[in-house]
């Protein structure tokens, strides 16, 4: 039955991107939507079961990984302080008025704090997308979204382990953050030190795309690593990327784990996000839906924007960043799920916030091919 669906997903999202394409907008966007049409919201062809959220995870990994592949390291390096800015601010500004939003609907105070703390995540995978459709993955705005999602990962998760350990739950602070320590020194070092030993020793081997599998693996190793620490699978992904590009196997490995994400992995990630949503239910809450999708909205797009201005962008980059900081993607999503767990959200605030989290991840695709079309038309003029 998988197999059937598999392929009704591979062939509508390459015609809803086309589409999307034509009328101005970056095909990830007519993925995202053509997930809600084939998903149960609509026409029912398509379910979401574990294995098309497992392929689903594989394809969000490899988008992470091409991204880290694709980085430049000057221009990284170049947007730390911008990223700094741009990831703290990003998340004192929701953290904050999420907490009062909260406290306004009736939350008790741990509630409120864990809805700002869920308004502060952001998964970039959707902005990787749109700006590489754009070639602006390694533009100093790219950078700066790039660095600004680890640093966003890294305190969005420290701030619920601090939450959780204070609310009754089995968690341990110190743990926690030690964890995060022990999983960037010694990613990093993998990166730098490992990696190139891996790839090297793979190359003589006398089997089919040896180095390929070699990337693969340090990939999805990078990645099981980063998840087994309490930080996001894609961080993994993307630190592994970075480290092979410092290799002379980038090339061959970007152009054919390139090939293989974009034709089958990546785009069952896209149009899963829109099978994942059950809109049944949704007129009860329509309000709620509507103020806290604004909230969302605006809180990281003026928070991250803040923060790009601070560290010396121009205003029309400043707010570029802060739109590619919108999304919050399938990491608010597995927040959302531990808050319902610990009954820090309720049934009723669970099913919204995944609405909530589907807007974001919807308006992000549009609002940056707008922002960078007109930065564009703005240098040609000048």
């Known amino acids: 039955m998988f197999i059937l669906q598999l392929a009704a997903i591979l062939f509508a999202s390459k015609i809803a991107g086309d589409v999307s394409v034509r009328l101005g907008q970056p095909a990830v966007l007519g993925k995202l939507l053509i997930g809600i049409v084939l998903g149960p919201t609509v026409l029912g062809i398509v379910s979401d079961t574990e294995i098309l959220k497992e392929v689903s995870q594989i394809g969000v990994i490899l988008l992470m990984f091409i991204a880290g592949l694709e980085t430049d390291m000057e221009q990284f390096k170049r947007t730390g302080k911008a990223a700094t800015f741009v990831g703290v601010l990003g998340i004192i500004v929701p953290l904050s008025l999420g907490y009062v939003a909260g406290e306004m609907i009736g939350l008790s105070t741990a509630q409120a704090v864990f809805l700002g703390l869920l308004l502060s995540a952001t998964s970039v995978s959707i902005s990787v997308q749109v700006l590489k ?130 034709s089958i992995f990546v785009p069952v990630f896209f149009t899963s996000i829109g099978v994942a949503v059950e809109l049944s239910g949704v007129g009860q809450h ?95 003029v000048a």
Request: charge should be neutral; aromatic fraction near 8%; glycine fraction near 8%.
């Open 133 to 262: 459709e754009m070639n602006k993955l390694q533009s100093k705005e790219g950078s700066a979204i790039l660095g600004a999602a680890v640093i966003d990962d890294i305190l969005v998760i420290i701030g619920l382990a601090f939450l959780m350990s204070l609310t009754g739950s089995d968690v341990e602070l110190g743990a926690v953050i030690l964890k995060k320590v022990v999983f960037f020194a010694l990613a990093i070092l993998a990166a730098w030190k490992i990696v190139p030993l891996i790839l090297r020793w793979f190359a003589p081997l006398r089997v089919d795309e040896a180095i390929i599998s070699a990337g693969l693996i340090i990939c999805f190793s990078f990645a099981y690593f980063a998840e087994a620490t309490g930080v996001a699978a894609i961080i993994g992904a993307y630190i592994a990327g970075l480290g092979i590009s410092f290799t002379d196997y980038k090339e061959e490995i970007f152009h054919k784990v390139e090939t293989i994400s974009y």
């Open 286 to 380: 329509l309000w709620l839906i509507v103020g806290l999708s604004v909230l969302a909205i605006l809180t990281k797009l003026i928070g991250a924007a803040l923060g790009a201005k601070l560290a010396g962008f121009a205003w029309k980059s400043s707010v570029a960043v802060g739109a590619g900081m919108i999304s919050r993607g399938e990491v608010a999503l597995i927040i959302a799920g531990i808050g319902l767990e610990a009954k820090l959200l309720t049934t009723d605030l669970f099913s919204t916030i995944v609405v909530v989290v589907l807007v974001t991840t919807l308006v992000t695709p549009p609002l940056l091919k707008m922002l960078f079309a007109e930065k564009r038309a703005m240098k040609e």
